[in-house]
Nanobody, 126 residues
Framework: QVQLVESGGGLVQAGGSPRLSCAASGRTFSSYAVVWFRQAPGKEREAVAAIRWSWSGGNLYTADSVKGRFTISRDNAKNTVYLQMNSLRPEDTAVYYC?????????????????WGQGTQVTVSS
């Protein structure tokens, strides 16, 4: 009932600061908690950051590996959630996905999320 499209990825030099976008259509996006996941080749999908469903959009979670470098935010007027990525490292290379869950602010298990974008590739060069 909501469609998600990620954008903003690409080839980035180490230390760069791209911003990823997750644009939604179909329903009011403020009613959905959103999680940014990432998956590198041969590795398990992991949660990176999460934001609660609400007009204020408070943070729910930030992974230790990106804490202090990545920031999640949302613009409800544009039905968009962002992931600002700073000080990128080669180990940040992965496909980044956004996923949404209707009026539920608990949990980061990918199996609990019904709505997914197709992902955007982020490649960090040294």
């Amino acid at each position: 009932q909501v469609q998600l499209v990620e954008s903003g990825g690409g080839l980035v030099q180490a230390g760069g600061s791209p911003r990823l976008s997750c644009a939604a259509s179909g329903r009011t996006f403020s009613s959905y908690a959103v999680v940014w996941f990432r998956q590198a080749p041969g590795k398990e999908r992991e949660a990176v950051a999460a934001i609660r469903w609400s007009w204020s959009g408070g943070n729910l979670y930030t992974a230790d590996s990106v804490k202090g470098r990545f920031t999640i935010s949302r613009d409800n007027a544009k039905n968009t959630v962002y992931l600002q990525m700073n000080s990128l490292r080669p180990e940040d290379t992965a496909v980044y996905y956004c996923a949404a869950r209707y009026r539920n602010n608990g949990g980061y298990d990918p199996n609990d999320y019904d709505y997914w974008g197709q992902g955007t590739q982020v490649t960090v060069s040294s």
